[in-house]
């Protein structure tokens, strides 16, 4: 059995000013879609120019962080955000939504492509493979702040979590960050890297998340204020569950219909 470290989720703190460790895998994530999405570019792989992926990653934050608050309020606490408006707003409390912030990033992709004239599809082909590392840099984040735990076990690792009860727990944060980042990452990166038809990399990026996601809630701790929902499934793999078939769908139709890029 291991202990959480217990991690001071203050990172740096100088006077009254307090950088969090969350709020570092926020900056972590972004820097990694700027790197890798500047080599794509430098090796004449992308959709889009230089001075333009500036402008995307601009929209592609406010996506982030717009949907995946207003997701998290939509999805997980309808009522009370219904009932306390204006800590809508406090995102400092926590409280973001991944499927949230996958649906803010499509809508603002989506502005992005319709003001630079570029096809939508094309545009998110070249963004999935870039998300996955910040997916990873975000578990690692609730890992270190010892949230997010996973259910009770007696595997050898199971760990204990401040909060977390007096029993092991899986880390199920860093299943995550392992099969949801890591590996989704390794596969789009090197599927991506050869001409696939339009749409093609979306697909498969919908369907790695989804299977990760749903695979890992089977190790994560249900939200206690939701529980498990209707077939014993969580409410991230309710939502995961369409991810899997629009991708499935996507990708069938891109190998049928679409042409090559």
């Given at each position: 059995m291991?202990?959480?470290?217990?991690?001071?989720?203050?990172?740096?703190a100088i006077g009254p000013l307090a950088i969090r460790?969350?709020?570092?895998?926020y900056l972590t994530a972004f820097a990694a879609f700027w790197f890798l999405g500047t080599r794509r570019i430098g090796a004449g792989a992308a959709p889009i120019t230089r001075e333009q992926f500036d402008d995307m990653l601009f929209f592609g934050i406010l996506g982030v962080i717009l949907g995946g608050r207003l997701g998290y309020v939509i999805f997980y606490k309808p009522a009370y955000y219904f009932a306390h408006p204006l800590e809508i707003f406090a995102i400092w409390q926590g409280g973001m939504s991944f499927h949230g912030?996958?649906?803010?990033?499509?809508?603002?992709?989506?502005?992005?492509?319709r003001k630079t004239g570029r096809h939508w599809l094309a545009v998110m082909d070249f963004v999935a493979p870039l998300v996955p590392l910040g997916l990873a840099a975000g578990r690692l984040g609730n890992f270190i702040n010892g949230e997010l735990w996973g259910?009770?076990?007696?595997?050898?690792?199971?760990?204990?979590?401040r909060n977390g009860g007096p029993l092991p727990r899986h880390p199920s944060q860093l299943y995550e960050m392992a099969a949801e980042g890591i590996l989704l990452f390794v596969l789009l990166w090197f599927y991506s890297s050869?001409?696939?038809?339009?749409?093609?990399?979306?697909?498969?990026?919908?369907?790695?998340?989804?299977?990760?996601?749903?695979?890992?809630?089977?190790?994560?701790e249900p939200d206690d204020f939701l529980g498990l929902l209707a077939l014993g499934m969580s409410m991230g793999q309710w939502l995961s569950a369409p991810m899997i078939a629009a991708g499935?769908?996507?990708?069938s139709?891109?190998?049928?219909?679409?042409?090559?890029?």
């Open positions: 291991l202990v959480h470290p217990n991690f001071d989720p203050v990172a740096i460790w969350y709020g570092l895998m912030g996958f649906l803010g990033v499509l809508i603002a992709m989506a502005w992005f492509s259910r009770v076990t007696d595997v050898s690792w199971g760990m204990l979590f050869r001409p696939r038809p339009r749409g093609a990399v979306s697909g498969l990026f919908l369907i790695g998340y989804g299977f990760a996601r749903f695979a890992c809630e089977f190790t994560r499935l769908a996507m990708m139709w891109a190998y049928r219909k679409a042409p090559p890029k």
